[in-house]
């Protein structure tokens, strides 16, 4: 399986982004998909998270504000991210695995994209 991330970039405090995260070699509509996204010097964390049957969660840090979506036919997610904040700037990560969207695990992952929140 390989993932391919694309669409980060330097936005302005407010802004708006969507990352795509392009799989192959395997069919999204069977796997659960998920963003994470790691900040200088912090761990990495799940931001979001979207199940084979549509279910997601997010972390609090980000509900209201960013959407995971798929399009199974293009075997595309996105992460539509609103209303940014400068505390949203990390490198992030699309990943394929399984789970719920309580219990997702990654099992394989896409090279990062960088997200910037700057004024």
């Known amino acids: 399986v390989q993932l391919q991330a694309s669409g980060g970039g330097l936005v302005r405090p407010g802004g708006s982004l969507r990352l795509s995260c392009a799989v192959s070699?395997?069919?999204?509509?069977?796997?659960?998909m998920g963003w994470y996204r790691q900040a200088p010097g912090k761990q990495r964390e799940l931001v979001a998270v979207?199940?084979?049957?549509?279910?997601?969660n997010y972390a609090d840090s980000v509900k209201g504000r960013f959407t995971i979506s798929r399009d199974n036919a293009k075997n595309t997610v996105y992460l539509q991210m609103n209303s940014l904040k400068t505390e949203d700037t990390a490198v992030y990560y699309c990943a394929s695995g399984a789970g719920t969207v309580r219990t997702f695990r990654a099992g394989a992952w896409g090279q990062g994209t960088q997200v910037t929140v700057s004024s």
């Open positions: 979207i199940t084979s049957g549509g279910s997601t």
């Open positions: 070699g395997s069919a999204i509509s069977i796997s659960a």
